[in-house]
Structures are given as C-alpha cells and as structure tokens.
C-alpha cells in the first residue's frame, strides 16, 4: 500500500522567512514524488517533481528515501505562496497518483 | 488549448437522491481521475481509468458510489442515495498515459442537505 503523511495541517510563517512543509510517505519499492499547489480560486497544479531535482519558484524537495521523506523548502517566503500544498506518490509508472492530507501555508507580511 | 472541465460546478440535492457529476479531459489524455476533496481528509482518490485497461476503483467509498469512461473520453462519478457525508469538491484530472502531471478540473462542489 502507499501512503502520504503531511503531518502539519496549517503552517504560518512571516514574509523572509524559510518554510519547510514536510512529507513523509509509506511505499516499499522506489516511488515517483510530486509537489501540488491550490492558490486561492485557482485549480490545482503540479508544482514540481523530485525526477526533475528542479527549482520552481524557489521552492526545492529532496527525496530522502532513508527517512522516506520529501520536504519541501523555501529559503525566503513571500506573500504569494499562500497557498494549499498536496505531496503526492506514485508507486508504478501507470499506477494511481496518491495525494497527503495537505498543508495550508499563510505567510504574513 | 482547453483545460479539463467539469459540470456542474455547484450541485445542490437532497438526501437520498442520485447525482451524476461530468468530467472532459484534455482531448489524447488517456489517464483520468476522479479525487474527493474536503476538510480533514485531504485529496481522496476514488477512481482511475487509464487507456482501456480495467479501471481501479481501489478508492471508492462504498457501492453507491460508480463511475464510468465511454469512448476513452468524457467520464461520469455517479452517487446513489447520496449521504450528507458525500458533500464534497469533486475533482477530476487528466494526463498522458504514464506522465503524472495532472491536470485538474475546477471541480465540482457538491451539497447534501
């Protein structure tokens, strides 16, 4: 079975400040791993992937397959990342794309 | 090109009533989903159609619950009976097969009263 665990259901932090929403999931094999994002009466989005070990809007998550965990960091908030944050796992190349609880970030300015 | 939409995007019914929600995926996407989204439980998957293999329907709360894909296209999440408890935002998604960037309807809130 695949689980995602986003054990922070609201987070708030000030504008400047490093952000760290955590994610921490349950998968024997090698999973697939996805930030999604909800802006406020916007659709949601995928926001990155760990295959791609990118950076989007300065947002960045390691996969740390040790502590099966994939956390994602952002030095600096701002107040547009207000926002509804899903990490989300993928056990098989075709298989269901499982999603955690989500976490609501508020920054404040 | 045009997004994955869904219809209605508000639904209001009684208890006991059936309700049937529309999803139209990104025209070539062969994958789709159907997610439930509210307070407390997060994004719930409930069912996943990929290409014509048989779909998984591993998330599906209870029997009232049924969804269909004709044609590999349009697709409709019908409830049976509908309970308070399936008050909701219905989403639907869809991909490229094998590509997990999904792209998500509007969704479709649903109210039981």
């Known amino acids: 079975a695949q689980r995602v665990t986003q054990p922070e259901k609201l987070l708030s932090v000030f504008k400047g400040a490093p952000v760290e929403l955590k994610c921490n999931y349950s998968?024997?094999?090698?999973?697939?791993l996805f930030w999604y994002v909800q802006y406020s009466r916007q659709r949601l989005q995928l926001l990155l992937r760990?295959?791609s070990r990118e950076s989007i809007k300065g947002f960045t998550a390691d996969l740390n397959k040790g502590e099966t965990s994939f956390h994602l960091k952002k030095p600096f908030a701002q107040e547009e990342d207000s926002a509804m944050y899903y990490c989300?796992?993928?056990?098989?190349?075709?298989?269901?794309?499982?999603f955690g609880q989500g976490t609501i970030l508020t920054v404040h300015p | 090109g045009a997004g994955v939409s869904q219809s209605p995007s508000n639904k209001v019914t009684e208890k006991g009533k059936d309700v049937e929600l529309r999803c139209d995926p990104i025209?070539?996407?062969?994958?789709l989903y159907w997610y439930r989204q509210s307070l407390g439980q997060g994004l719930e998957f409930l069912i996943y159609?990929?290409?014509?293999?048989?779909?998984?329907k591993s998330g599906l709360p209870s029997d009232r619950f049924s969804a269909e894909r004709t044609g590999g296209s349009v697709s409709t999440l019908t409830i049976q009976r509908t309970q308070q408890e399936d008050s909701a935002v219905y989403l639907c998604?869809?991909?490229?097969?094998?590509?997990?960037?999904?792209?998500f309807g509007p969704g479709t809130r649903l109210t039981v009263t």
């Open positions: 998604a869809s991909s490229l097969a094998g590509d997990f960037r999904l792209h």
């Open positions: 760990h295959i």
């Open positions: 159609f990929q290409g014509n293999s048989a779909p998984d």
């Open positions: 998968y024997s094999g090698s999973p697939e």
């Open positions: 989300a796992l993928s056990g098989t190349s075709y298989g269901k794309l499982t």
């Open positions: 025209s070539g996407h062969t994958a």
